[in-house]
């Protein structure tokens, strides 16, 4: 008998079905090309999509910034650089939080003199229509070029920033933040993170230089809202200056200039300010701030508007600085949020606040914490409260009132906080669409 044997030369696994479309590959093609030829706008939409969850994330900026809109590639983005991204930080857009992020990162560790200044300038037309908020909390100095001998490399007093002054000018923001249109953000700090075993002083400095370029791009940056300059040694000298260039600035309303060295003289400069601008938050907690530079605060609260909250905690104003800013609340209207923490407060000043608590119903809340008020001070408090019905919020912790005052204070302050509660359960502000 014979035997015939058939041999099958299929793949038994193969299908049409596995066959891609001739549109897939054409999107694979052009997603692997994309560098060279990033033609995504002339897709349909769907096919658009498609291309996008292929790219990859280390395409060169200046082939994705303007071209890539798609959300979807910008959280790979951030999510493949950063290990927390709070999307709801940067108004829920990925695209912004990665270009203000990367920004920052470069001027957090740009070095005049080393690094090249294209590397941000460069970058400025790529990101100009994303950066609304940039927080920078270092600058670097420039590297040393002369290092001393070991022998006098032993002092880290604050003399050694005078000796070194050429040595600690940083970035100038300038040409960046003036080109940037859409920045209504702007937190700087000038210092250094981590020094390790390297500390000098000189790290530390915010030069008359750098204050003078910051003074100038601050006049021109005619968008920005918030502007925080924090921790960064800054006196009456520079904050005369950057006073002077914030006179009338059309959009400014946030000024934080907290934990700093600012005295009477600069306090002086932005009492001027208060009445000058539309600013509405001042923050001037940790500085040297003493009765004169209150007084002077004081009068331009009582020629503002705008101003609607001031922090003085842990200044020196001293009872004739709140006496003087207590007299200005007799006739301000705006300001809602007062904070006298730590200022070496007594009676005198609870006195005067006592006839602000009875003639003012704009403020809400009121914090003389850690003050000496003693008993006499929180009974004329109390006094004051009889009649007032706005005031949600009295802080009055460690300022030495008696404890059944205190209960009773916080009775009154807190019936005032319910009224207010039910009253916006029954009146519900809408929203404007």
Same mark, same amino acid.
């Given at each position: 008998?014979?035997?015939?044997?058939?041999?099958?030369?299929?793949?038994?696994?193969?299908?049409?079905?596995?066959?891609?479309?001739?549109?897939?590959?054409?999107?694979?093609?052009?997603?692997?090309?994309?560098?060279?030829?990033?033609?995504?706008?002339?897709?349909?939409?769907?096919?658009?999509?498609?291309?996008?969850?292929?790219?990859?994330?280390?395409?060169?900026?200046?082939?994705?910034?303007?071209?890539?809109?798609?959300?979807?590639?910008?959280?790979?983005?951030?999510?493949?650089?950063?290990?927390?991204?709070?999307?709801?930080?940067?108004?829920?857009?990925?695209?912004?939080?990665?270009?203000?992020?990367?920004?920052?990162?470069?001027?957090?560790?740009?070095?005049?003199?080393?690094?090249?200044?294209?590397?941000?300038?460069?970058?400025?037309?790529?990101?100009?229509?994303?950066?609304?908020?940039?927080?920078?909390?270092?600058?670097?100095?420039?590297?040393?070029?002369?290092?001393?001998?070991?022998?006098?490399?032993?002092?880290?007093?604050?003399?050694?920033?005078?000796?070194?002054?050429?040595?600690?000018?940083?970035?100038?923001?300038?040409?960046?933040?003036?080109?940037?249109?859409?920045?209504?953000?702007?937190?700087?700090?000038?210092?250094?993170?981590?020094?390790?075993?390297?500390?000098?002083?000189?790290?530390?400095?915010?030069?008359?230089?750098?204050?003078?370029?910051?003074?100038?791009?601050?006049?021109?940056?005619?968008?920005?809202?918030?502007?925080?300059?924090?921790?960064?040694?800054?006196?009456?000298?520079?904050?005369?200056?950057?006073?002077?260039?914030?006179?009338?600035?059309?959009?400014?309303?946030?000024?934080?200039?907290?934990?700093?060295?600012?005295?009477?003289?600069?306090?002086?400069?932005?009492?001027?300010?208060?009445?000058?601008?539309?600013?509405?938050?001042?923050?001037?907690?940790?500085?040297?701030?003493?009765?004169?530079?209150?007084?002077? !605060?004081?009068?331009? @609260? =009582?020629?503002?508007? %705008? $101003? +609607?909250? &001031?922090? *003085?905690?842990?200044?020196? #104003? /001293?009872?004739?600085?709140?006496?003087?800013?207590?007299?200005?609340?007799?006739?301000?209207?705006?300001?809602?949020?007062?904070?006298?923490?730590?200022?070496?407060?007594?009676?005198?000043?609870?006195?005067?606040?006592?006839?602000?608590?009875?003639?003012?119903?704009?403020?809400?809340?009121?914090?003389?914490?850690?003050?000496?008020?003693?008993?006499?001070?929180?009974?004329? !408090?109390?006094?004051? @409260? =009889?009649?007032?019905? %706005? $005031? +949600?919020? &009295?802080? *009055?912790?460690?300022?030495? #009132? /008696?404890?059944?005052?205190?209960?009773?204070?916080?009775?009154?302050?807190?019936?005032?906080?319910?009224?207010?509660?039910?009253?916006?359960?029954?009146?519900?502000?809408?929203?404007?669409?």
């Amino acid at each position: 008998p014979f035997y015939i044997r058939r041999c099958i030369t299929e793949d038994p696994s193969w299908s049409l079905v596995t066959v891609p479309h001739l549109t897939e590959l054409c999107l694979q093609h052009i997603a692997r090309n994309f560098e060279k030829n990033p033609i995504l706008n002339y897709l349909l939409p769907e096919h658009q999509r498609k291309v996008v969850d292929r790219l990859s994330t280390s395409l060169p900026l200046t082939v994705t910034a303007n071209i890539v809109s798609h959300e979807e590639y910008w959280k790979r983005c951030c999510m493949e650089r950063w290990q927390v991204c709070d999307v709801s930080s940067y108004g829920d857009s990925w695209k912004r939080m990665f270009f203000e992020r990367h920004l920052e990162n470069i001027l957090k560790f740009f070095i005049p003199n080393t690094t090249d200044p294209k590397e941000v300038l460069e970058l400025i037309p790529l990101c100009k229509g994303y950066v609304q908020k940039l927080e920078i909390d270092q600058f670097l100095p420039p590297l040393r070029v002369d290092q001393k001998e070991e022998s006098n490399d032993l002092s880290d007093t604050e003399d050694d920033a005078e000796l070194n002054e050429v040595y600690t000018h940083h970035y100038n923001l300038k040409d960046l933040i003036t080109a940037l249109p859409r920045l209504e953000e702007l937190h700087l700090t000038y210092g250094v993170k981590s020094c390790g075993m390297n500390f000098e002083w000189s790290l530390f400095t915010f030069t008359e230089l750098d204050c003078s370029n910051l003074a100038a791009a601050m006049k021109m940056c005619r968008n920005l809202k918030v502007f925080k300059l924090t921790r960064s040694k800054v006196d009456d000298d520079k904050i005369k200056l950057l006073a002077r260039n914030l006179l009338d600035h059309p959009c400014l309303l946030e000024l934080d200039l907290s934990h700093n060295l600012i005295r009477d003289n600069g306090a002086q400069a932005l009492g001027k300010l208060i009445s000058h601008s539309r600013l509405e938050t001042l923050n001037l907690c940790n500085n040297q701030i003493c009765h004169l530079g209150a007084q002077a !605060l004081a009068q331009g @609260l =009582a020629e503002s508007s %705008t $101003l +609607t909250s &001031l922090n *003085l905690r842990l200044n020196f #104003v /001293e009872d004739k600085g709140g006496e003087a800013i207590g007299h200005a609340l007799l006739t301000n209207t705006s300001l809602k949020f007062l904070h006298l923490g730590s200022n070496n407060l007594s009676e005198p000043t609870a006195a005067v606040f006592s006839q602000v608590l009875a003639q003012n119903t704009t403020l809400t809340s009121i914090n003389l914490s850690c003050n000496h008020l003693g008993l006499d001070g929180g009974k004329q !408090l109390l006094e004051g @409260l =009889a009649n007032n019905k %706005t $005031l +949600t919020e &009295l802080d *009055l912790r460690h300022a030495e #009132v /008696e404890q059944e005052t205190g209960f009773l204070i916080h009775k009154i302050v807190w019936a005032n906080r319910e009224a207010v509660r039910l009253g916006s359960l029954q009146h519900p502000t809408t929203e404007p669409l």
